[in-house]
């Protein structure tokens, strides 16, 4: 089936982009979002990008991520970037007035996402079994860093915490010959990982109720998300082998480096013939994959030899047109003109008050459905007043002793 793909990069005149009639997936699903930071906005962005009418729930002060780099004349596009397409409602949730109305509001929602410390949400009085009692229809999310209960579900999480915590970064350094400490991180990979769990399990909830016409509660733990990536390590730690997993390592080039991916004997092969070393094949340490994984690191020795001959694009050039896996390390700058992803749309601009910048679309594309970031970054609280007044059944005289008690802000 052929997909057609937006983007605005399309380089040939067969390139269709999606029809604009097209709707989102979610369109129509309202989400009340009580999220912040990573992992929760991750989730509830990827929603927002396919159609689903998400108002963040906000402190009178923010999302921390407001106030953090990149700036640009006081806005962040590191927020815009995880919020786009939402709306904003800033709350003081410990206004029982305030707690009154979100309540009112939970009848005409499908979805809440949270990902405070365990037990904050009960305190509040808007935990599941409250709001469900409201409308059993709903779906609740959790987003935590252990998990709602067990001995650690109180431990202050943050994703280089469970990193560590899963195993992940000592896995990683048993892999480093050079080095005797984990690396330094600054990748959020326990976010971003646990709010995609967190998407799919909620999208996996909503068909259920179509069946069910009941809502369900989801418990989605960072350290599980992390733990569930470590697929080969979690069977050699229970069935050690006798040789070291073969690893794919950085290979000097003139001006740079190169990853190859030598891993079927057709690739092999033809590794061996477009770089003239046709004597690998019968070599006894290379001649099977056996052998060759046996042998891995005098391979990649042999190899290493002929890629310090060429520049990293030269490399690149000559294997992968052959079907031998190449890649050169390439810096995100330059990923963010890469053809490939120009062609899919992966990027697309968005802008706030400051002007635009760009950020990532979904990874997947659908046939039917819409799934790009929407153009718009809320301003703290720009929708409080209209959502209450909408939504509240509160009168105007009942939101005005509101926002004078401020219950409600708007930047």
Sequence with gaps: MDIAIPSKYAETENESPVPPQLVGALDGVKVLDFTAVMAGPYASRMMADLGAEVVKIESLSGDQVRERPPQRNGQSSYFGHLNAGKKSMALDLKNPNVLRAVKTMI????????????????????????????????????????????????NPA????????SGFDKVNLHYQDDMDAPAATGIFVADVLAGTHAFGA?????????????????????????????????????????????????????????????????NFSKLCEVTNHTEWL???????????????????????????????????????PQGVPCSKYRELSDVMTDPQLLHRGTFTEISDSSGSFKVTNPPFKMSGSR???????????????EILKAESQMSDESLAELRAQKGFGKS
């Design 107 to 154: 009848t005409d929602y499908d979805i809440v996402i949270e990902n405070f410390r365990p037990g904050v949400m009960k305190r509040l009085g808007l935990d599941y079994e409250t709001l469900s009692s409201l409308n059993p229809r709903l779906i609740y999310c959790s987003i935590s860093g252990y998990g709602q209960t067990g001995p650690k579900s109180l």
């Design 158 to 165: 943050y994703a280089p915490i469970v990193h560590a915590a």
């Design 202 to 266: 909620i999208q996996a909830a909503l068909y259920q109720r179509e069946k069910s016409q009941k809502g369900q509660y989801i418990d989605v733990s960072m350290l599980d998300a992390m733990v569930g990536m470590l697929i080969f390590e979690t069977q050699e730690t229970q069935f050690p082998g006798k040789n070291r997993r073969p690893l794919y390592t950085p290979l000097k080039t003139i001006d740079d480096f190169v990853i190859i991916a030598p891993t079927s004997p057709r």
């Design 282 to 320: 019968t070599d006894p340490r290379f001649k099977t994959n056996a052998d060759r994984n046996a042998n891995w690191a005098e391979l990649f020795d042999e190899i290493e030899t002929w890629t310090s001959k060429h520049t990293a694009e030269e490399v690149e050039s000559i294997l992968t």
């Design 371 to 385: 799934t790009e970031a929407r153009n718009h970054i809320p301003d703290l609280g720009e929708n409080s007043l």
